[in-house]
Nanobody, 123 residues
Framework: QVQLVESGGGLVQPGGSLRLSCAAS????????MGWFRQAPGKEREFVAA????????YYADSVKGRFTISRDNAKNAVYLQMNTLKFEDTAVYYC????????????????WGQGTQVTVSS
């Protein structure tokens, strides 16, 4: 069983930056592919970024490509999402998720989820 806890969300102006962190406990994250997803009010949860166990494979949603960077530190059992040039439409609850073996972009493929952290982009 993997427990995931997100942090780092908050209120930021358009064009600003935030760094989300996902801390894991229960199992070593080096055995898992990790993903970040987000859910805006009234919308379905959507894929943002994913990274495989050693960082050798990374996927991004087109909407965040070039602005967001996913990374991981297996020694610290943590995954990060650096978000730059934030836009109003990035406002959502951001979730960290884990799954065994390969990474995918599908919400339903991930077995373990954090509780989410709110990111609000507003002027």
């Amino acid at each position: 069983q993997v427990q995931l806890v997100e942090s780092g969300g908050g209120l930021v102006q358009p064009g600003g930056s935030l760094r989300l962190s996902c801390a894991a406990s229960g199992r070593t994250l080096s055995n898992y592919g990790m993903g970040w997803f987000r859910q805006a009010p009234g919308k379905e949860r959507e894929f943002v970024a994913a990274i495989n166990w050693n960082g050798g494979r990374i996927y991004y949603a087109d909407s965040v490509k070039g602005r967001f960077t996913i990374s991981r530190d297996n020694a610290k059992n943590a995954v990060y999402l650096q978000m730059n040039t934030l836009k109003f439409e990035d406002t959502a609850v951001y979730y960290c998720a884990a799954r065994s073996y390969t990474i995918t972009t599908s919400t339903s493929d991930y077995n373990y989820w954090g509780q989410g952290t709110q990111v609000t982009v507003s002027s």
